[in-house]
């Protein structure tokens, strides 16, 4: 017995260190949440990454970013966006359990990991501070800046930054660059059909976006609009 209770004082001892090095090293890479709340729009840490692997394969197209303030952005964009990927984000603080039972009942109907239940809050912390990783530790790293994130930033200025770093296509990331690369218009003068054309992108940009066309992109175009239809929009 005392052989084993020594064993457990050395296992909590253990993650206790490992706790406390993880919280050492997210102090130290912390964000300044009121500089981020009334500051410009930086490159996220996904576009630095696509900006490092296009130096060593320069044939990947080229970087088209251009962040652009919320005013600029037009309402039926933002409601197409929340209408896609989280039609409870006014409403959740950062997770939204509803949604996560809801995709965790289907994969266990077909018997794969294929839904998730990622936030507009959660995404918009993994593509400005972490990797494309699926590890528990980076997944916990996620969990503690989102709770971060809800608390200082308004859901606003969330979403205008979620806008400005999602990806839209190959090197295309925020939404003026691809209302520019797509149909040569700046954000502001968008239609509601382009707006949900974008929103479908989401998922998976690289393989179903407006240059694609796939069927697979019409018809999540088409539920787009739908949502949009359906929804009542603070």
């Not at 479908?200 to 393989?207: D, G, I, N, Q």
Request: glycine share 4%.
């Amino acid at each position: 017995m005392c052989r084993w209770w020594r064993r457990l004082r050395w296992v909590g001892f253990i993650l206790l260190l490992m706790l406390a090095s993880d919280l050492f090293y997210l102090s130290l890479h912390w964000p300044d949440w009121d500089a981020i709340e009334h500051g410009v729009v930086s490159k996220s840490a996904f576009i630095h990454q696509y900006e490092r692997r296009r130096r060593h394969e320069p044939n990947l197209p080229a970087l088209q970013w251009r962040p652009v303030a919320r005013q600029s952005i037009p309402r039926h964009l933002k409601q197409a966006v929340i209408a896609a990927e989280d039609a409870r984000f006014y409403q959740h603080n950062g997770f939204d359990l509803q949604a996560f039972k809801t995709a965790m009942s289907r994969n266990f109907k077909i018997q794969e990991f294929k839904y998730g239940a990622s936030t507009i809050s959660q995404q918009t912390i993994k593509n400005l501070y972490l990797s494309q990783s699926r590890s528990p530790l980076r997944k916990w790293h996620e969990l503690v800046m989102t709770v971060a994130m809800e608390l200082n930033l308004s859901k606003e200025r969330i979403l205008e930054l979620y806008l400005n770093i999602a990806e839209f296509g190959p090197g295309i990331y925020g939404v003026e660059a691809a209302a520019e690369h797509y149909w040569h218009l700046p954000v502001s003068s968008l239609q509601p059909w382009q707006s949900a054309q974008l929103a479908a992108c989401l998922p998976s940009p690289l393989r179903h976006n407006p240059a694609t066309a796939s069927r697979q992109f019409y018809r999540r175009t088409n539920r787009v609009i739908g949502f949009m239809q359906q929804q009542t929009w603070p």
